[in-house]
C-alpha cells in the first residue's frame, strides 16, 4: 500500500471537515448542505473501508498502521457517526458546526485505532477529546449542558496530562515511542528502567481509563451524559469508549507483554470495580440518561475483561462486543432522545403506559434493553457469551463469574423500565403524539436490525473478526 491509502479514511473525514466549514462560511442555507456534505463524507469513508479489506500497510515512519482491526473499528464509527448526523437532522443540534465537529471526531478516533506510536495516539485523543467537550456543551443555553462540558473539559485535561506524562516516562526508559519498539526494549533481558516503564504504564493507563469511564476515573460520566444533548451522549456513549478500548488493545498486547504479569492483575481489578459500581449504581437512577450512563460504565467493566483473553482471540471478541453495543446502546438513545424532545420525558415513572400510547417504540426500547441484559437471542447476549468464553479460556473463572454475576443485576434496572413501559397509565399520559420524522424511524429500523440479526445470525460478523491481526 502507498503512504495516503494507509490513511484513506482520516484523508477523506479531514477534507470533509474543511468543505463543512467552508459551506458554511460561504453557502446560503449552509445547515441543509453541510447536513448533505457530511452524509457523503462518511458514506465515502464506509466506501473506502469496505474497498480496503484486506490490505495491510504501515505509514510515516511506522507510526500509523493499516489493517483490518482498525478498518472494521472505522468502519463501526463511521456507521454510528451516519446515524447521529440523522438523528441531529430538524433539531437545534443540525448545524453547520455540528456537522464539522462530529467529523473531527471520527478522524481522532481513526487515529487512536491506527496508531502504533504513542505521540500519534496522543494527537488522535485531543482531536477526539476538543471535538467531544463542545459537543458535549452543544446546548449554549442549557446550563446543565454548559456544565456538563467544563466538567468534561476539566476532567479531561487531567487525563491527558496524565496520558502525556506516561508517554515520558516511557520514552524516557526505552528511547522510543514507537510501541514495536518499546516492546523491544521491555523484553531484553538487562533492561535497566523497568521500574520508570511500569510507572510510565500506570499514568498511560489512567488517561485511557478515564476515557473508557473506568472506575475509579468515572465521576465525570453520569454528570456529563445527563446534560450532554441526548443523541451526542447516545454518540458518546458508543462509540468514544469503544476507540478508547480499541487503542488501549493495540498498546497493551503489542507494546507490553512482556510485562503483562504486572498489567494483567491491574485490568483484572479495574474490570471487577467497574461492573460493580456501574451496576449498583444504576439500581438508584431514576433518570434514564443517568441510568444508561452507569450501563455504560458497567458495559465497559465487560469489554475491559476483554484484555485478559489470548492475544489472538482479544480483539476478535471485543470487536464483536463493540458491534454489539454500538446497534442497542444508540437504539435505546435514540428513543430516549425522542421522548426527551417531543414529551421532555426522562424518568423511569414517566415511562408509564408507553406500551399502550407508542406501542412500537416501547416494542423497540424492550429489544434493546434486553439485549442491553445479555438475553438470548439478541446480540447482547452473543456479545458477552463470545467475550467470557475467550476471557475463561484464559482460567479467569472468578473473574467471569462475577461478569455473569454483575450481568444478573443489571436485569433489574433494565426491567423497571420494562415495568413502567407495560404498566397501564393512572393518569393521562405525557407523552405527545408527535409523529415520527423519517430520519428518526430510518435510524430506529437500522438499530433493530443490527441488535436482531448480530444475535440470530452471529456467524457473519465473527467470520470478519477471525481475519483480523494485529500488525505493528
Not at 87 to 113: D, K, Y
Not at 382 to 399: C, D, S, T
Request: charge should be neutral; glycine fraction near 6%; include cysteine.
Amino acid at each position: 500500500m502507498n503512504t495516503l491509502s494507509v490513511i484513506t479514511q482520516p484523508l477523506i473525514l479531514a477534507i470533509g471537515a474543511i468543505l463543512v466549514i467552508l459551506v458554511d462560511a460561504m453557502a446560503t442555507d449552509s445547515a441543509r448542505k453541510t447536513f448533505v456534505l457530511s452524509i457523503l463524507t462518511i458514506l465515502a469513508a464506509i466506501v473506502a473501508a469496505v474497498s480496503l479489506w484486506g490490505q495491510q500497510g504501515i505509514a510515516f515512519n511506522r507510526m500509523i498502521v493499516h489493517d483490518n482491526f482498525s478498518l472494521i473499528c472505522g468502519l463501526l464509527f463511521c456507521i454510528a457517526a451516519l446515524l447521529t448526523v440523522l438523528l441531529a437532522q430538524n433539531t437545534p443540534l443540525g448545524t453547520s458546526q455540528f456537522h464539522a465537529l462530529l467529523l473531527l471526531t471520527l478522524i481522532g478516533m481513526m487515529l487512536l485505532v491506527s496508531g502504533t506510536s504513542l505521540l500519534i495516539l496522543f494527537i488522535g485523543l485531543e482531536i477526539l477529546s476538543l471535538s467531544v467537550y463542545v459537543l458535549a456543551c452543544f446546548y449554549k443555553q442549557d446550563p446543565l449542558s454548559t456544565e456538563s462540558g467544563m466538567k468534561y473539559f476539566l476532567l479531561g485535561s487531567f487525563a491527558s496530562a496524565f496520558f502525556l506524562y506516561g508517554l515520558a516516562f516511557i520514552y524516557g526508559s526505552t528511547g522510543t515511542l514507537q510501541i514495536q519498539q518499546i516492546a523491544s526494549a521491555a523484553a531484553e533481558p538487562h533492561f535497566a528502567n523497568r521500574t520508570i516503564l511500569l510507572l510510565g504504564l500506570v499514568f498511560l493507563i489512567v488517561g485511557y481509563a478515564f476515557k473508557i469511564s473506568i472506575v475509579p476515573f468515572h465521576m465525570w460520566t453520569p454528570d456529563v451524559y445527563e446534560g450532554a444533548p441526548t443523541t451526542v451522549t447516545g454518540f458518546m456513549a458508543a462509540t468514544v469508549k469503544a476507540a478508547a478500548l480499541a487503542s488501549l488493545i493495540r498498546v497493551l498486547l503489542i507494546a507490553f507483554p512482556s510485562v503483562s504479569n504486572f498489567w494483567i492483575p491491574v485490568i483484572w481489578v479495574l474490570s471487577v470495580l467497574t461492573m460493580f459500581v456501574g451496576n449498583l449504581a444504576a439500581l438508584r437512577q431514576d433518570n434514564l440518561k443517568r441510568m444508561l450512563a452507569y450501563s455504560s460504565i458497567a458495559h465497559a467493566g465487560y469489554m475491559l475483561t476483554g484484555l485478559l483473553a489470548s492475544p489472538d482471540q482479544a480483539e476478535q471478541a471485543v470487536l464483536y462486543y463493540f458491534a454489539t453495543y454500538i446497534f442497542m446502546n444508540m437504539g435505546a438513545f435514540t428513543i430516549v432522545a425522542y421522548l426527551d424532545q417531543t414529551s421532555d420525558i426522562l424518568t423511569v415513572s414517566q415511562y408509564s403506559g408507553l406500551a399502550y400510547a407508542r406501542p412500537l417504540l416501547a416494542t423497540c426500547m424492550l429489544i434493546f434493553l434486553v439485549s442491553l441484559g445479555g438475553l438470548p437471542p439478541t446480540a447482547g447476549f452473543f456479545g458477552k457469551f463470545y467475550l467470557f468464553r475467550a476471557v475463561l479460556e484464559q482460567r479467569h473463572v472468578w473473574l467471569i463469574m462475577i461478569a455473569v454475576m454483575n450481568s444478573a443485576i443489571s436485569f433489574y434496572y433494565y426491567l423497571r423500565i420494562v415495568y413502567a413501559m407495560f404498566t397501564p397509565m393512572k393518569a393521562e399520559t405525557g407523552i405527545s403524539p408527535v409523529q415520527m420524522s423519517r430520519p428518526f424511524v430510518f435510524v430506529l429500523c437500522i438499530t433493530i436490525f443490527g441488535t436482531i440479526s448480530l444475535g440470530l445470525f452471529p456467524n457473519f460478523f465473527l467470520q470478519l473478526a477471525r481475519s483480523i491481526s494485529l500488525i505493528s
